[in-house]
């Protein structure tokens, strides 16, 4: 079995999980970048961590996470969003499997203080093939 705090980290920073997003999911560090907290979200849906999830956006979660694969992350851009930004925005394309079938989640994401931390405010989205 890997260790996983070896492990790849699912947002594909190139680090191991533990030194990349698992800092933020455990609770240790909070994300200092609209990109990072993006990242880190990535990951939670990845690993099926939805109280993470839940913190880290404004509106509830809409029940159970669904049952999806997540693969790849690619981060097209983001605008703002820095340590010192009140708001940011990061578009990306997310790669998942649900049963046999591929999909591309294409997204604009808006993000937001709550206080001293990031938070999810929502996105436009599309998902193709």
Known sequence: MLDPTLAPCPC??????MACCG???DGREAPPTAEALMRARFTAFSLGDASFLAATQA????GPLPAVRWERLKVERAEAGGPTDATGLV???AWSRVGRR???LHEVSRFGRRG???I???GDA???R
């Open 116 to 118: 001293e931390r990031w």
């Open 59 to 62: 509106a509830p979660l809409d």
């Open 120 to 122: 999810y405010l929502g």
């Open 126 to 128: 599309r998902v193709g």
């Open 12 to 17: 594909g920073g190139g680090a191991p999980l």
């Open 91 to 93: 578009e990306f394309r």
């Open 102 to 104: 591929r999909q591309v």
């Open 23 to 25: 800092r933020y999911l």
